[in-house]
């Protein structure tokens, strides 16, 4: 392990240990979580995901960060972003039970929300996860792919960042082979589905920070997936998931 790895380490432990050593950090977490969820998306996603981010370069490019990555940019993307996963949760947990329920599946919102395991629960779970997923995904992929280029073209800088986005130019100079090729058709059934299935399983509370766990496990498999020749690494921020 090298100076940089054991600094990174430390300083993550850290900032989570209290979280984990001290009940009432856990309580306070637990209770601010409660009573404002889409606060602690944002904060969950701009740390958790960022984190995945820094590891994936520390894979692939060997360094934790360099000039252009745009750390304090991304935080706040992901935050931003996070929100958006959080609502998007939310509503397909909730509407896509409803909507089974519509298709004849009368049980579906009672079991989904229940808190007993079932293969119907299951089957219910996937339904949501592949949802949300099929609907959702493709645009916030997109969206973060089109803001990730614009904090690289823009420097890194929060300054740089708050510029107007050239969208139309960005969008037609986007990779739309490996968008389409990979990341829709290959991590949205292949990862995602199965990923968010056991997602949905969890109690409500759990959902949001398992998303933004999920990146960081993602964040890892792309850059070593990118390290082997698989991915093209310039391509790989457009990989980046809905959690």
């Avoid at 792919?145 to 708050?162: N, P, V």
């Avoid at 969008?171 to 056991?198: C, E, Q, R």
Wanted: charged share 10%; proline share 5%.
């Amino acid at each position: 392990m090298k100076k940089q790895d054991f600094v990174f380490v430390i300083g993550v432990a850290v900032l989570l240990l209290p979280f984990f050593a001290f009940e009432p950090v856990l309580r306070w977490y637990h209770s601010f979580n409660a009573a404002h969820g889409m606060a602690m998306s944002f904060l969950k996603f701009a740390f958790l995901s960022t984190l995945g981010e820094m590891i994936g370069l520390r894979i692939s490019a060997g360094v934790y960060c360099r000039k252009g990555f745009g750390i304090l940019p991304r935080m706040l993307v992901w935050g931003i972003l996070g929100m958006g996963i959080n609502m998007a949760m939310i509503i397909f947990s909730n509407g896509t039970p409803v909507f089974l329920q519509y298709l004849g599946m009368s049980e579906a919102p009672a079991v989904f929300h229940a808190s007993g395991l079932s293969w119907f629960k299951v089957l219910v779970a996937f339904a949501v996860s592949v949802s949300m997923n099929t609907i959702f995904a493709p645009v916030f992929m997109t969206l973060h792919k089109i803001t990730d280029t614009h904090i690289l073209a823009t420097g890194g800088t929060l300054a740089g960042f708050f510029t107007p986005i050239p969208m139309r130019k960005i969008m037609t100079g986007l990779n739309w082979g490996v968008l389409w090729g990979f990341v829709f058709k290959k991590t949205i059934p292949f990862f995602w589905f199965p990923a968010h299935t056991l997602t949905f399983l969890l109690p409500g509370n759990m959902r949001v920070l398992c998303a933004a766990l999920l990146g960081v496990v993602l964040g890892i498999l792309l850059a070593v997936a990118a390290r082997k020749g698989e991915i093209p690494a310039k391509s790989r921020s457009s990989l980046k998931p809905v959690r």
